[in-house]
């Protein structure tokens, strides 16, 4: 069974500081996503990372995928508090018919001022 | 061009009930994917639905069943709710296998 394990599960980090959040998953896929969720509201994408070695960045935020080691990494750069969310990576399985995503548990990020 | 739009936004109901949650898809998409987020967790992938029929379904019970119009909504039934029912219920629509785009989300709750 597909598991996609995000670490860690919370972050509290003073602003100015760099951080990175990592994914772990345990099949073959060649495209994962990464959302942002604000409480009670619904997902927003940030990245959608399609190949070994994709790397793509969004102001603060760089994201990056490593297919052979099956790890996504997102990298927080000098946080500000407007990062304060919760992020989370998801694994796109291709199936005989259609597709589908498999979530981690999601990183709970607080940055402190 | 509008996105993903569910509807209702939000909805009460009691054990026992039955309730019907409503999605439609982003102009250009045919294929409507459900997903189930408890308070506290990752989406769950509920199943997908295209040219009106199911054609992949994640780990959940049959009181939970779906169904997709010719012009590609789709909708969201759950039978019997039990009070673990209680989630963020999120539609998905996507061409083909294609990058999913999320919707606002319907917060269910059952007492």
């Known amino acids: 069974e597909l598991k996609v394990e995000q670490n860690p599960l919370f972050l509290s980090m003073q602003e100015g500081k760099n951080y990175t959040i990592y994914c772990n998953y345990s099949?073959?896929?060649?495209?994962l996503y990464w959302y942002r969720q604000d409480p009670g509201k619904s997902l927003e994408s940030l990245f959608v990372l399609l190949s070994n070695g994709a790397v793509k960045q969004e102001g603060r935020l760089m994201a990056s995928l490593d297919t052979k080691a099956r790890l996504s990494t997102l990298h927080i750069t000098a946080a500000v508090h407007d990062l304060s969310a919760t992020y989370f990576c998801?694994?796109?399985?291709?199936?005989?018919?259609?597709?589908?995503?498999?979530f981690g548990a999601g990183t709970i990020l607080r940055v402190k001022s | 061009d509008a996105g993903v739009t569910q509807s209702p936004t939000h909805l009460i109901k009691t054990r026992g009930q039955q309730v019907t949650l409503r999605c439609s898809p982003k102009s250009g998409h045919d294929t409507v994917s459900w997903y189930q987020q408890a308070l506290g967790q990752g989406p769950q992938f509920i199943f997908q639905y295209y040219e009106e029929e199911e054609r992949q379904r994640g780990n959940f019970p049959d009181r939970f069943s779906g169904h997709q119009y010719p012009n590609y909504s789709s909708e969201l039934n759950v039978n019997a709710l039990l009070l673990g029912d209680s989630a963020l219920y999120l539609c998905?629509?996507?061409?083909?296998?294609?990058?999913?785009?999320f919707g606002p989300g319907t917060r269910l709750t059952v007492l």
């Open positions: 998801a694994v796109d399985i291709f199936m005989e018919y259609g597709n589908k995503l498999v």
């Open positions: 998905a629509s996507t061409s083909g296998v294609g990058t999913q785009y």
């Open positions: 099949t073959t896929s060649d495209r």
